[in-house]
């Protein structure tokens, strides 16, 4: 289950006021979140991606003091994770055409679609969770279906009739808030 | 997994950080640059004789008045830059406020002055050491500062970099105030503000390589 910006921030100001353990315990909650921002936005090869990942972990360690505790965490950790992936394309010198460099630029789409995918994770939290499982592995984080299957050690058409029949539900479900 | 690994030995090495540990720091770079600077024309350019004298006049006060203002509000603006995301800086326009009452002061001592003497009162006696002596003691003070940084998160290294040269500039002009015994607006607002400008594009220069993290 990912966190929400309440829950992260909480969990920042524990480890700024020196909690280890919690702290241990955003760390790891940031990693998915890392992954995705960095998947949405560049066509690297998944150690590029992982090293950016690791990069920001870093940088979110030793800049921890510039977190202002009474402004958004989010906002700060995409700040930072933004200025690691151009410093990474600045570095690697590796001069793609970037369409839509705004998009990338400007933080506060990604912060929106932080949000969704928090309802999306209440939606999810509904569904049985190898269903869950797997729709977020293959449709949130973009891991293929062998590697999704691999992780949840279960066979690739499970997968995909997993996805499918969650997918399903959860329409179903969101038809009938509606209405 | 490689994460988790690294994940466990940042979290070994967690010291509580103050609430307003980005202030401290820049505190301390400020406060050491500046010693440093006090010292240093102490040690060359020497304070001025009548130090205690005209520290109770006008001019020395407006100087310092100047001078200050400008560094208080530059050092906001570093210490906001200072954050990833430091997000737009509205109130930027606000620094140009010292400038425009100085000019306002610098016009209406002109309109007091008969036009013959304002040449002499514009070039002082030191017009061509000014920015340079200001420009040099700003420099303490711009370590300092980029000391301060080495910790900090900046994602607009220009505009910190330029940030930063402003705050040195100013408080290194006021540093230069013990010294210099101009008294006319108008001096004041020309080759101090030079030198102070001249440490901010400094900054902005260099700021970009120096700051990086």
Known sequence: ?179 | MKTDALIRSLAENVKAVPRYAVGRRLAIGLVGGGVISLVAIMLSLGIRPDLLLAMQGFSFWVKWTYTISLGIGAIIVTARLARPDAGRLRHLWLLAVPVALLALLGVAEMSRTPPGDWLAMWLGRSWRDCPRNVLLLSMPIFVGLLWAYRHFAPTNLRAAGAGAGLAAGAFGAAVYCIHCPEVSAIFVLTWYTLGIALATALGALIGPRVMRW
Not at chain 1, 21 to 37: D, E, H, N
Not at chain 1, 38 to 54: N, S, W
Not at chain 1, 56 to 64: E, N, S, W
Not at chain 1, 96 to 114: K, M
């Open chain 1, 1 to 179: 289950m990912r966190a929400s910006e309440d829950d992260l921030r909480a969990m920042m100001i524990a480890g700024l006021d020196g909690d280890a353990a919690i702290y241990a315990a955003l760390l790891s909650a940031l990693v998915p979140l890392l992954r995705a921002f960095y998947r949405r936005r560049m066509t690297g090869a998944q150690d590029d991606i992982e090293d950016l990942v690791q990069e920001t972990l870093i940088a979110v360690h030793t800049r921890r003091a510039t977190y202002d505790r009474d402004r958004a965490f989010t906002a700060w950790l995409f700040a930072v994770a933004r200025y690691k992936m151009i410093d990474h394309f600045r570095r690697s010198k590796n001069h793609c055409p970037i369409e839509g460099l705004e998009d990338i630029l400007v933080a506060e789409g990604f912060e929106d679609s932080t949000n969704a995918r928090m309802d999306m994770n209440r939606l999810l939290g509904d569904l049985p969770p190898k269903q869950a499982r797997a729709i977020r592995h293959t449709r949130i984080e973009g891991l293929s279906v062998a590697e999704a299957a691999e992780h949840a050690g279960i066979g690739e058409s499970d997968v995909k009739v997993s996805v499918h029949r969650g997918l399903k539900t959860l329409a179903a479900r969101i038809m009938g808030e509606r209405r």
